[in-house]
């Protein structure tokens, strides 16, 4: 697996309306996207730092898994992901090769329209990890 570098942090809010002015007006960072990902139950807003994305997570149903997440854990840092230069199926097989358990067997559509899939923080030692598509 070729990863190039962190594609982005996942971190889960509350609400995107309350977290983007923190983003924007005290750390001086520019909100470039805001979207839905309705299969997943979550907003997204994005930043770029330099070249690794803030993505905020706002779940948009109760059931939801940032929801979830939040309840159990409060808001915060969610998941890492990693920029995959050689396919992230690839990335996929040879984690499972090497018996790391992983969330999706196959890569999904996710923000942005990349290819994601999620790796088990069980075997991740505690970090959600996200294998990315590298974007373009």
Known sequence: ?????????????????????????????????????????????????????????????????????????????HHMAFAIEDGVQNALDEVQAKEVRAIDKAPRRGAEGLDIAFLHPKSTHGVLTELCEKGK
Do not use: W
């Open 1 to 77: 697996m070729k990863i190039s570098h962190i594609e982005h942090l996942g971190i889960a809010v509350k609400s995107l309306d309350e977290a983007i002015p923190y983003y924007e007006n005290i750390l001086g960072l520019k909100c470039y996207a805001i979207e839905e990902v309705a299969d997943q139950k979550v907003k997204t807003a994005f930043f770029k730092v330099g070249q690794t994305k803030l993505e905020l997570l706002e779940s948009t149903t109760e059931d939801g898994t940032i929801a979830g997440f939040i309840e159990k854990r409060g808001e915060g840092i």
